[in-house]
């Protein structure tokens, strides 16, 4: 049996075992509210199982799960722990505040920021406060990693989950890691728990002070040498180098990479580019090489969309 709006009618003390069981078999249909009917309570579920009553509901109470439930055409939003950051565009007044008290009831966050993009080389957000609490100091969990920071001041980008994942996943213990951009260890707090030692150089202090909390705050302390500094002063011989931002492909910041890994190393260079200019930064990872008297072997992975026909990619090259 199965339509829009099924149904297990299912005696009030079973309803949270049925629902866990609803759940756990991923038939749990949470577009729709439980409800007592009569004697009985109703379960909404994609499909029916374990011989219980089922009705087809012809009234359903629908749940709001998504933005576009609350409000026309939602704008694009991100969430950096309890805080959400949400692309306004040219939205009144009123609209705001509409997106933003359905953010505050959807995903429970404690202040809305408007978010009018990054800018220069420290990669600063322009944000402005919106509603909710002005304080924005917040934590972001992420796949067992927690990231304090401000949003209203610093970056995040969700993103850019996956390649946290593929970073913690590649160190192997005891490699050496150097990440150039640190940031408050967007990649460094994933390389360390991946068991790497890791030499973090971040030239904004603000940020600096959240990575060597960070750090501490993911039991990785002792794995991560934070520098405030420009990368470029700094030296380390590496086996991998990390280079999360978008200037990574500029002569003078590959160049001291190559300086740093060594030989049958790898470094992962990050770029945005055209989606179908891919090609264009591989060649620059591939001629710096070769200036510097290296060979690489590369490959490219696309990390995300950036913008309209615009990604985020990452070449590995391996020395
Ligand atoms: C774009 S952010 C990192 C973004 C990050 N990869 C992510 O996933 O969200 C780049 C960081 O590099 C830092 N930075 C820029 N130039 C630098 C330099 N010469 N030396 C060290 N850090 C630098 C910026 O302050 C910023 O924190």
Redesign the pocket.
């Known amino acids: 049996m199965s339509n829009d709006a099924l149904a297990l009618r299912v005696p009030p003390p079973c309803t949270e075992d049925v629902m866990r069981e609803a759940r756990h078999r991923g038939v749990y249909d949470e577009t729709r509210s439980v409800r007592r009917v009569g004697d009985r309570v109703e379960v909404p579920v994609t499909r029916a199982f374990g011989g219980y009553e089922t009705v087809e509901q012809d009234d359903p109470v629908r749940r709001r799960v998504s933005l576009s439930d609350y409000v026309e055409d939602p704008p694009p939003f991100s969430i950096v722990g309890d805080v959400a950051l949400v692309r306004f565009g040219d939205a009144d007044e009123e609209r705001e505040h509409a997106v933003a008290e359905a953010l505050e009831e959807l995903h429970g966050v404690r202040t809305v920021l408007g978010d009018r993009g990054v800018s220069g080389?420290?990669?600063v957000p322009e944000t402005r406060h919106v509603a909710g609490d002005r304080d924005t100091e917040t934590v972001h969990r992420e796949n067992g990693f927690e990231f304090a920071l401000d949003p209203s001041r610093?970056?995040?980008?969700v993103g850019?989950a996956e390649?946290r994942l593929r970073v913690r996943d590649a160190v192997n213990d005891d490699e050496r890691v150097f990440d150039?951009?640190?940031?408050i260890g967007?990649?460094a707090i994933p390389a360390a728990v991946g068991g790497a030692s890791v030499v973090a150089?971040?030239?904004?202090r603000e940020?600096y002070e959240y990575l060597v909390e960070n750090a501490a705050r993911n039991d990785v302390a002792e794995r991560t040498d934070a520098r405030h500094?420009?990368?470029?002063d700094v030296s380390v011989e590496a086996d991998r180098v990390l280079m999360?931002?978008?200037?990574a492909t500029r002569h003078d910041?590959l160049t001291h990479a190559f300086d740093c890994v060594r030989d049958g190393g790898v470094l992962h260079v990050?770029d945005a580019t055209h989606e179908d200019a891919t090609d264009e930064t591989v060649r620059k990872v591939e001629e710096t090489a070769r200036r510097n008297g290296r060979e690489v072997e590369t490959s490219v992975r696309r990390v995300k969309g950036y913008a309209e026909g615009v990604a985020h990619i990452v070449v590995d090259a391996r020395v």
């Open positions: 080389d420290e990669r610093i970056m995040f980008s850019n390649e150039m951009f640190a940031g967007y990649f150089a971040e030239i904004r940020s500094a420009d990368c470029r999360g931002h978008f200037e910041f990050h």
